[in-house]
């Protein structure tokens, strides 16, 4: 469970990015996070797995105040979440198994137990039959669901995703988008940054708008709303 109480984020440079946040996203649910470039959205999301701080306010993470938690303690804390971003992040050099095996090998798993993980993700990923592929070798989607195989081989209870669709084609983002309905219908949160209005209005859940660094709008089954 993801709760925001009062939140407030001030850059450096004096923008607020965040303007007094209170949310609650239950464990399960599946919610987009929608507004216009620069509304906010990636530090709304960015906050809830610590990469960034907020300036004051209470952000509570499966029961962990995450605005104190010591730096030291930040590499556990993260391994409860999974992020999966526009750009995909993966390691060029490392083949698609290697890629989705590296957190494993972080925290010295088994190698026994690292195959089955890595061998599960990747068949719910439909990419078992590229495991010695590099990121190079593969299309857009390919590369966006070994990200996101990335992401669960620690069975993370939440998923965090920024505008994972950007960079595909609309085929392909709703390959991706099936693959995180998979994700959520067993049990993970999923919270998604998109502009992607089409998915939204079709493959309807909770919409969160954000303008200005306030949320504006929060609806179950809500539309997109905006012409772009
Ligand atoms: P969105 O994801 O909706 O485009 P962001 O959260 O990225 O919005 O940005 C919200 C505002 O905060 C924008 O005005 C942006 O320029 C500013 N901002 C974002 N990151 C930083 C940063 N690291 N330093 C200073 N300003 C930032
Ligand atoms: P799409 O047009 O669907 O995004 P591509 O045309 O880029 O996909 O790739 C189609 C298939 O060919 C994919 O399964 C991809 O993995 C494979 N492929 C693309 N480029 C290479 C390559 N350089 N070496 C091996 N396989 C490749």
Redo the contacts with the bound molecule.
């Keep these: 469970m993801i709760v925001m109480e009062n939140v407030y984020k001030k ?3 004096g ?1 607020v ?1 965040a303007n007094g946040i209170d949310v609650a996203i239950e464990q399960g649910e599946f919610v987009y996070v929608v ?10 999301i ?1 906050m809830m797995y610590r990469e960034e701080k907020p300036t004051s306010g209470k952000i509570i993470v499966n029961g962990i105040d995450i605005a104190k938690l010591k730096s030291s303690k930040v590499p556990l804390f993260r391994r409860s979440i999974g992020v999966v971003f526009q750009d995909f992040k993966l390691l060029p050099s490392l083949t698609v198994y290697e890629n989705v095996a590296f957190a494993l090998e972080v925290i010295e798993e088994s190698p026994r137990i690292i195959k089955k993980r890595v061998m599960e993700v990747l068949e719910l990923v439909n990419l078992k039959h590229k495991t010695r592929m590099l990121p190079s070798e593969l299309s857009g989607g390919e590369q966006q669901r070994v990200s996101i195989a990335r992401s669960i081989v620690n069975s993370p209870s939440i998923v965090i995703a ?1 505008e994972p669709t950007g960079n595909l084609d609309p085929d392909t983002s709703w390959e991706i988008m099936k693959t995180f309905e998979k994700i959520n219908s067993h049990g993970t949160t999923i919270v998604m ?1 998109t502009h992607n209005k089409d998915i939204v209005n079709t493959k309807k859940h909770r919409v969160i708008a ?1 303008d200005g ?1 306030m949320i504006v709008r929060d609806e179950q089954r809500g539309d997109y709303g905006y012409e772009a």
């Design positions: 850059y450096p440079n923008v990015a507004g216009a470039s620069g509304a906010g959205k990636t530090t709304f960015k920024d940054a954000i660094g």
